[in-house]
DNA sequence: CGCTCCTAACC
DNA sequence: AGGTTAGGAGCGA
């Protein structure tokens, strides 16, 4: 070798694990050998050995070589036992493809260099330092961070996959420092997946910057103490022996013995006809096409190679989920408690590497991903959109995940980062191409709506809607929040979300969204985030959310909660995605002319109070509203609040009220006025799509009950209470030639508990269609129904429902604004006259206790484990909440069935009505004009009989049903 | 800018 | 008193 000379080092090891994971591990030979990874070898070295004859790209090679680990023992582990000791075995569909691999390379007629007891990267190292020695230059094909300490002024990384070269500049841009000093940025910094331990709390930043002010590792360390942070000063001391452990792990070894000598690497022009045997050996018909015509030999005339496999090759694995506990296993014998237990072990136990995913810019590439969800039936998919709302968003790249840690992305919308393409032409060409959309979604059609292939999604709805907007109906589905709802809602802080998820079962924390794109000021959207990391975060969503389902769905039924999931989640998902999607209509104007009104009332009630208090003050500051009535005015003050703040609300306000003060009243007008007008009409407009429509978002695992949530907006609490408030239902409306229809269960909870708790005077009067409250009043304060004084029956209603709520003196007290001992005679009274109501929750309260959960009459569970708190207004708390979640839970899961059956229902009654909406124990439905009376008829039958089969009440549900123009009428 | 507190709308 | 979501004030980084 010498001067002008050029050798071409290729990072073999790394070459074949990218190639692995680039292509889907389908491909295999027709005698079912796997080759995806030769064939991925094979492309990526004949791209750079074509590369390497046109003089035009750069550095033309005079010597080459592709060099390999030899084995996972080196000289490191002498220094460090630990030293990548958490290195997984490689797959075994990938084992027998390396003896392929090195004959690949020797097909090229390329130098196959390997020793024992060392890494590539030695090797690497020291025929780098030997061809500079010699005056040459050096080109090191790899993207390892661990060569970067090579990088010199005639040594370049050339990353080929990226198409990126890194000289000094580029490494002293990516890690802060020059190429000299990342030994000690490694030593600081550690490496994970190697198992270099590092300085812990130290990360690429702060070791450059480290570096950059003390020079070097050793510098640092001598003079750790006189770091400023106490944390990193302590660690750097603590710590300073494993950092220098880490130097010498990962300090690269410049004087390996070598087999062959760096001239015996001199290049010489392949041999056609081995390379061309070799390639149709391996049935790689592209590649030995192209091969045969740029080296100019007949590949017909040549014929295939013979090979020799080392090891024996084996079908597709199967899913662990698929492929339960077998004997010798210790979960054995097989209940589905351990199959769980060793599912979550497992997964617990896989790491997970972004590196490993893949950016799908191509409908051959997408094509072959979606050959290999047919081929396993299952796949989990996501979607990433331009804004978090599924309605709104559009479509800006998909994920899919067919095994753990075979994941893709497949970007579709995405946009040039700073976005000036005309001053900036090549941001575009940065993007790297995408398959065009219209494109895309005629190939994902085709898996996402074929019932062989199941679809596993996080919070799946969201997925469903903004594919339902592309004309796309996904089935069948599991959805990995639904299941985690049915196996663990519980009012905790366990939440259903994936990050918490995977953190919970994967034991792995993946990208936040926020990390992705930032937030507030500086957040940017996802289509303007480069490919590349959003390739990491979608593709490890989707990755993750196969891994929790392959730990959770076993679960359902290990734990019979099956039926939960799969006849009051899952199929209620479609069902809210096209609710949400119709959308309900709201009048504008009405909106607008109530806005105006109030704001004229709220604007006369500032002056009077202003004038009132004798100053200026903001109503809307409970802080300076107590300052003024009970410090300047020094009215009475009653309540405060947690924090020891006068409390100033409505209660309180009222009951001075009474006491005859003025200024208490028009606070309390004004703070309706400001709600209605702040949170209603006022903020109701914005979420008015082109047609007048809004689409609010059903949270199908946000309540510990199992009640729906409505937010982005909430239309759940619509004002109904007041006159003014109900002005607000006016503006949602039907539009020309229908109407709204809306209808109601009555009474569901009392029914329920009536039934539950087997009171038979409550059943009786639901039977007979009586008055329950009046009932109540009857029977506790022994007075006739009829004639019966308005606040006797009041006073019986507020019991019955504090009895749902799980009843305390303090509460009814306070509802009733009686004395505490009062409200306690009362609860005694009404135990006496129905006993079963204290059964009922003693023995709530019991199985509580003892299993930490209470069920619905349909087995939907609540968790309490706070419920055995030693605190007793925690305790209290819980046993108050695992009464009322049966009954509240029993309703909502009987509305569930109902909105389930419903469309199909309305489908076979040849109705066109549509479901917009659900509050608790009402659905709202848009009704063609001549179809109303027949829609009410199915959609009583339907909310009426919703319990059955599977439940058969001892008190009827009756469903009150009306249709007008607008849903203030209707309901 | 993000969090907590207070209040209030609904079933 | 059970289950929610939302908006404004106020506070601290």
Redesign the pocket.
Known sequence: MKKGDHLFLVDGSAYIFRAYHALPPLTRKSDGLPVGAVSGFCNMLWKLVEESRDTNVGAVPTHFAVIFDYSSTTFRNELYSEYKANREEPPEDLRPQFGLIRDAVRAFDLPCIEKEGYEADDLIATYATQAVAAGGDVTIVSSDKDLMQLVGPRVILYDQMKDKRLGPDEVKEKFGVYPEKMIDLQALVGDTSDNVPGIPGIGPKTAAQLLEEYGTLEELLERATEIKQNKRRENLIEFAAQARLSKKLVTLDCETPLDTELDDLYIHEPDGEKLVAFLKAMEFTTLTRRVAATLDTDASEVESAKLEIEDAPRGPDLDAAKNPASPGDSVFPATPQRLAAKLKDDAAGQAIDRSAYVTIRDIDTLNRWLDRARDRGVMAFDTETSELSAYKGHLVGVSMAITPGEAAYVPLGHVAADADLLTDPDSAEALGGQIPMDEALVALKDVLEDKSILKIGQNVKYDLLVMLQHGIAMTPIDDTMLISYALDAS?GLAGHGMDELSERFLGHKPISY?ELCG?????KPIAAVEIDRVTEYASEDADVTLRIWQVLKPRLAAEGLAHVYERLERPLAPVLARMEQRGIMVDRQILSRLSGNFAQKQAALEDEIAKMAGEEF?P???????EILFGKLGLPGG?K?????????????EDLAAEGHELPRR??DW??L???K???T??LPHHMDENGRIHTSF?MA????G?L??????L???????EE??AIRTAFVAPKGKKLLSA??SQ?ELRILAHIADIPQLKDAFQNGVDIHAMTASEMFNVPVEGMEPSVRRRAK??N????????A???A???AIPREEAGQYIKRYFERFPGIRDYMDKTKAFAKKHGYVETLFGRRAHYPDITAKNPQIR??NE??A???PI?GTAADIIRRAMVRMEGALADANLSAMMLLQ????LVFEVEEDEIDETIEVVTNIMEAAASPRVILSVPLEVEAKAALNWEEA?
């Open positions: 009012s926020k937030s507030g000021r500086s957040a903001n809307g500051s409970p802080k300076q509203l107590g309540k609040t947690k924090s020891g703040q006068w409390s100033t609300d409505a209660r309180v306000l606070v309390v703070r309706q400001t709600k209605l702040g949170t209603y006022d903020t949270s946000s309540t510990t009950t009640r949530s409505s937010s982005e907006p909430n759940q609490n619509i004002p109904v209470r007041t408030g109900r109601d269960y569901i507020a019991i429902f504090g009895i749902i709520y799980g009843i305390s303090f509460g009814l306070n509802q009733l209290s708390f108050r909440a009464i009322n979640a509240q509050v608790h124990d009402e309901h």
